[in-house]
Protein backbone atom coordinates (compact mmCIF):
# COMPACT_ATOMS: atom_id res chain seq x y z
CA UNK A 1 0.00 0.00 0.00
CA UNK A 2 1.56 3.63 -0.88
CA UNK A 3 0.26 7.35 -0.38
CA UNK A 4 0.41 9.88 -3.42
CA UNK A 5 0.60 13.47 -4.10
CA UNK A 6 -2.23 14.64 -6.07
CA UNK A 7 -3.04 18.13 -7.25
CA UNK A 8 -6.05 19.45 -8.97
CA UNK A 9 -4.85 22.77 -10.69
CA UNK A 10 -6.33 25.90 -11.11
CA UNK A 11 -7.32 24.72 -14.11
CA UNK A 12 -9.23 22.01 -13.53
CA UNK A 13 -11.06 23.93 -10.55
CA UNK A 14 -11.90 26.87 -12.79
CA UNK A 15 -13.92 24.26 -15.16
CA UNK A 16 -15.76 22.90 -11.87
CA UNK A 17 -13.84 19.83 -12.08
CA UNK A 18 -13.16 18.61 -8.77
CA UNK A 19 -16.10 16.05 -8.44
CA UNK A 20 -15.58 14.40 -11.33
CA UNK A 21 -11.48 13.80 -10.72
CA UNK A 22 -11.80 12.87 -7.26
CA UNK A 23 -14.47 10.32 -8.48
CA UNK A 24 -11.63 8.54 -10.94
CA UNK A 25 -9.41 8.22 -7.89
CA UNK A 26 -12.52 6.55 -5.63
CA UNK A 27 -13.83 4.51 -8.69
CA UNK A 28 -10.12 3.27 -8.92
CA UNK A 29 -10.11 2.36 -5.30
CA UNK A 30 -7.57 4.85 -4.66
CA UNK A 31 -9.08 6.51 -0.90
CA UNK A 32 -8.45 10.66 -0.14
CA UNK A 33 -7.03 10.16 3.65
CA UNK A 34 -5.67 14.19 3.54
CA UNK A 35 -7.32 16.98 1.62
CA UNK A 36 -7.00 21.07 1.44
CA UNK A 37 -7.64 23.59 -0.84
CA UNK A 38 -5.01 26.47 -1.01
CA UNK A 39 -3.55 29.05 -3.25
CA UNK A 40 -0.04 28.71 -3.38
CA UNK A 41 2.49 31.52 -3.26
CA UNK A 42 4.98 32.27 -6.06
CA UNK A 43 7.74 30.98 -3.67
CA UNK A 44 6.36 28.04 -2.51
CA UNK A 45 5.46 27.17 -6.05
CA UNK A 46 8.51 27.71 -6.93
CA UNK A 47 10.17 25.57 -4.09
CA UNK A 48 7.67 22.62 -4.97
CA UNK A 49 8.78 22.65 -8.42
CA UNK A 50 12.55 22.75 -7.80
CA UNK A 51 13.62 20.13 -9.96
CA UNK A 52 12.20 22.21 -12.78
CA UNK A 53 14.06 25.39 -12.12
CA UNK A 54 16.45 25.26 -15.25
CA UNK A 55 14.04 23.68 -17.89
CA UNK A 56 12.13 26.25 -20.60
CA UNK A 57 8.82 25.73 -18.71
CA UNK A 58 9.33 26.63 -15.20
CA UNK A 59 8.40 29.91 -15.06
CA UNK A 60 4.90 29.06 -17.07
CA UNK A 61 4.65 26.21 -14.82
CA UNK A 62 5.14 28.41 -11.56
CA UNK A 63 2.69 30.85 -13.57
CA UNK A 64 -0.23 28.63 -14.29
CA UNK A 65 0.01 26.91 -10.68
CA UNK A 66 -0.45 30.11 -9.02
CA UNK A 67 -2.97 31.27 -11.06
CA UNK A 68 -6.17 30.02 -9.01
CA UNK A 69 -6.78 28.08 -5.80
CA UNK A 70 -5.85 23.95 -6.03
CA UNK A 71 -7.06 21.01 -4.29
CA UNK A 72 -4.28 18.90 -2.87
CA UNK A 73 -4.83 15.45 -1.72
CA UNK A 74 -3.31 12.15 -0.80
CA UNK A 75 -4.44 8.94 -2.38
CA UNK A 76 -3.86 5.92 -0.81
CA UNK A 77 -4.28 2.67 -2.19
CA UNK A 78 -2.30 -0.42 -3.57
CA UNK A 79 0.31 0.47 -6.00
CA UNK A 80 -0.74 4.11 -5.49
CA UNK A 81 1.72 5.80 -7.02
CA UNK A 82 1.20 4.04 -10.56
CA UNK A 83 -2.09 3.58 -10.35
CA UNK A 84 -2.64 7.58 -10.46
CA UNK A 85 -0.48 8.32 -12.89
CA UNK A 86 -2.59 6.07 -14.88
CA UNK A 87 -5.61 7.39 -14.43
CA UNK A 88 -3.74 11.04 -15.06
CA UNK A 89 -2.59 9.80 -18.38
CA UNK A 90 0.25 11.66 -20.25
CA UNK A 91 1.43 14.90 -19.38
CA UNK A 92 1.09 16.42 -22.32
CA UNK A 93 -2.66 15.85 -22.88
CA UNK A 94 -2.33 15.54 -26.77
CA UNK A 95 -0.42 12.12 -25.78
CA UNK A 96 -2.80 11.06 -22.90
CA UNK A 97 -4.62 7.70 -23.33
CA UNK A 98 -8.47 8.08 -24.06
CA UNK A 99 -10.19 7.62 -20.61
CA UNK A 100 -7.32 9.25 -18.74
CA UNK A 101 -8.20 12.54 -16.82
CA UNK A 102 -5.63 14.55 -18.85
CA UNK A 103 -7.32 13.40 -21.92
CA UNK A 104 -10.60 14.25 -20.65
CA UNK A 105 -10.44 17.60 -19.07
CA UNK A 106 -6.83 19.41 -19.59
CA UNK A 107 -6.36 22.36 -21.67
CA UNK A 108 -2.39 21.36 -22.52
CA UNK A 109 0.29 20.75 -21.20
CA UNK A 110 1.11 24.05 -18.89
CA UNK A 111 -2.51 23.68 -18.05
CA UNK A 112 -2.96 19.66 -17.71
CA UNK A 113 -5.60 19.20 -14.53
CA UNK A 114 -3.90 17.23 -12.71
CA UNK A 115 -0.14 16.45 -10.86
CA UNK A 116 0.81 13.51 -9.43
CA UNK A 117 3.92 12.21 -7.48
CA UNK A 118 6.67 10.33 -10.08
CA UNK A 119 8.39 8.06 -7.88
CA UNK A 120 8.69 6.80 -4.30
CA UNK A 121 10.88 9.10 -2.82
CA UNK A 122 8.97 11.90 -4.43
CA UNK A 123 5.45 10.74 -3.26
CA UNK A 124 6.98 11.38 0.41
CA UNK A 125 9.12 14.45 -0.07
CA UNK A 126 5.53 15.83 -1.46
CA UNK A 127 3.42 14.57 0.70
CA UNK A 128 5.16 15.75 3.93
CA UNK A 129 5.58 19.14 1.40
CA UNK A 130 1.82 19.95 2.47
CA UNK A 131 0.73 17.71 5.15
CA UNK A 132 1.69 17.20 8.83
CA UNK A 133 0.83 14.18 9.84
CA UNK A 134 -2.45 14.91 12.17
CA UNK A 135 -3.91 16.08 8.81
CA UNK A 136 -3.35 12.27 7.05
CA UNK A 137 -6.53 10.05 8.18
CA UNK A 138 -5.36 6.44 7.30
CA UNK A 139 -7.72 4.35 8.23
P1 LIG B 1 3.27 18.15 -13.49
O1 LIG B 1 2.95 16.72 -13.32
O2 LIG B 1 2.61 19.12 -12.57
O3 LIG B 1 4.86 18.34 -13.36
C1 LIG B 1 5.53 19.40 -13.97
C2 LIG B 1 4.66 20.16 -14.94
O4 LIG B 1 5.34 20.96 -15.89
C3 LIG B 1 3.85 19.21 -15.78
O5 LIG B 1 2.88 18.57 -14.99
C4 LIG B 1 3.33 20.15 -16.87
O6 LIG B 1 2.14 20.83 -16.48
C5 LIG B 1 4.44 21.19 -16.98
N1 LIG B 1 5.17 21.10 -18.24
C6 LIG B 1 5.18 22.04 -19.22
N2 LIG B 1 5.95 21.67 -20.25
C7 LIG B 1 6.46 20.45 -19.92
C8 LIG B 1 7.33 19.53 -20.60
N3 LIG B 1 7.85 19.78 -21.81
N4 LIG B 1 7.63 18.38 -19.97
C9 LIG B 1 7.14 18.10 -18.73
N5 LIG B 1 6.31 18.94 -18.06
C10 LIG B 1 5.96 20.10 -18.65
Do not use: C, W
Not at 33 to 59: G, R
Not at 94 to 102: E, F, P, S
Not at 122 to 130: C, T
Amino acid sequence: MQQTLSIIKPDAIEKNLIGKILSRFEENNLKVIAAKMLHLTKEKAQKFYEVHKDKPFYNDLVESITSGPVLVSILYGEDAIQKNRKIMGATDPQKADKGTIRKDFATNIDRNAVHGSDSVENAKIEVSFFFKENEIFIR
